[in-house]
């Protein structure tokens, strides 16, 4: 990722001084070259989009049409908190404003319009996609248009429900170096699509697997069937909730007791963010496309998944079996 060839200017290297003692000239150069695309900003995209743009990529484009409203300035610290600042304008465009206080030698731009309507040559542009509180079936479409283009777009989606967080990542097929014993190595890995990720049949996944990520599909599913949101649902659908649980574990061979009641609960209970869950996620998620723009230090592969119930960060691989 990124224009070989092209060096920092003096003012980046001032600037960046710190960072580049930390991960080296050629990380900055590729960072400063990136273009980054975000869609969706609450409040982990927001706390991702503030630690990318201070590590300084080369440009940021905002994606999110939704009129402010007070139920979105709980976790979004990046709108101002006088109501006259922000009336009539979207929450992109708020976040632009602020974002560019940040760091004036980053672009930051809005793209208006649905992110659904969106065809792959408009993802041409961007090195790095991210998703945010989109529907399963807009991450499956927009995952596939990032996987249709002649250059590798490195795709991500979040999301944060209740004192839960989930990343998927997909970096399709990805070199990288890293040190082992005092020698730098290249390393190769090949990423699943989020769609053929969740396709992987859960009998055939470790018995200790994240119980986060079954109950996350779960609800997803359900938005999907009910024509739901993100994050529209409440603990009122619990027992249609459960009897898609059951539908799912039985098709799936897997014991229901994987899918707790509680856990299901919590996560569909309330419809706002933990701002320490969303800083903690979307400082990994910043991390991890760093990693992916400069092509060092090992990457994510290829589900994140944080409980503040426990304080655990848990990676889990799930790839296709046959791949």
């Given at each position: 990722m990124g224009t070989e060839g092209e060096q920092l200017t003096e003012q980046e290297t001032a600037i960046y001084d710190r960072q580049i003692r930390v991960w080296g000239v050629d990380a900055q150069r590729r960072l400063s070259k990136s273009n980054v695309f975000v869609s969706g900003l609450?409040?982990?995209?927001?706390?991702?989009?503030?630690?990318?743009?201070?590590?300084?990529?080369?440009?940021?484009?905002?994606?999110?049409?939704?009129?402010?409203?007070?139920d979105l300035l709980f976790a979004n610290f990046l709108t101002p908190p006088d109501e006259n600042d922000f009336r009539g304008k979207s929450v992109a465009e708020l976040c632009c404003d602020s974002l560019k206080d940040f760091n004036p030698m980053v672009s930051v731009s809005v793209e208006k319009g649905a992110l659904s309507i969106f065809d792959a040559d408009f993802f041409q542009k961007f090195d790095v996609v991210v998703v945010n509180c989109c529907s399963l079936l807009t991450k499956k479409s927009v995952n596939a248009?990032?996987?249709?283009?002649?250059?590798?777009?490195?795709?991500?989606?979040?999301?944060?429900?209740?004192?839960?967080?989930?990343?998927?990542?997909?970096?399709?097929?990805?070199?990288?170096?890293?040190?082992?014993?005092?020698?730098?190595?290249?390393?190769?890995?090949?990423?699943?699509?989020?769609?053929?990720?969740?396709?992987?049949p859960w009998r055939s996944l470790p018995k200790r697997m994240s119980k986060l990520y079954y109950a996350m599909r779960v609800?997803?599913?359900?938005?999907?069937?009910?024509?739901?949101?993100?994050?529209?649902?409440?603990?009122?659908?619990?027992?249609?909730?459960?009897?898609?649980?059951?539908?799912?574990?039985?098709?799936?061979?897997?014991?229901?007791?994987?899918?707790?009641?509680?856990?299901?609960?919590?996560?569909?209970?309330?419809?706002?963010?933990?701002?320490?869950?969303?800083?903690?996620?979307?400082?990994?998620?910043?991390q991890e496309v760093i990693k992916a723009i400069s092509g060092k230090g090992d990457p994510l592969k290829n589900f994140f998944f944080f409980d503040a119930m426990d304080g655990k960060g848990i990676i889990e691989d799930i790839s296709n079996v046959n791949s």
């Open positions: 609450k409040g982990t995209s927001v706390e991702f989009c503030k630690n990318i743009v201070l590590a300084g990529v080369g440009s940021l484009t905002l994606n999110d049409d939704r009129l402010v409203t007070e248009k990032c996987r249709k283009l002649p250059k590798r777009v490195a795709f991500y989606s979040v999301e944060c429900r209740d004192s839960c967080g989930e990343i998927f990542v997909d970096l399709q097929n990805f070199s990288y170096c890293k040190k082992k014993n005092e020698e730098t190595i290249e390393c190769k890995l090949h990423y699943p699509s989020f769609e053929e990720a969740i396709a992987v609800i997803e599913r359900f938005e999907e069937l009910e024509g739901r949101n993100p994050g529209e649902t409440s603990v009122d659908d619990l027992p249609n909730v459960q009897k898609l649980r059951k539908e799912l574990c039985e098709a799936y061979c897997l014991n229901e007791s994987h899918i707790p009641d509680s856990l299901l609960r919590r996560l569909m209970a309330s419809t706002s963010e933990f701002p320490p869950v969303c800083a903690i996620v979307g400082g990994i998620l910043g």
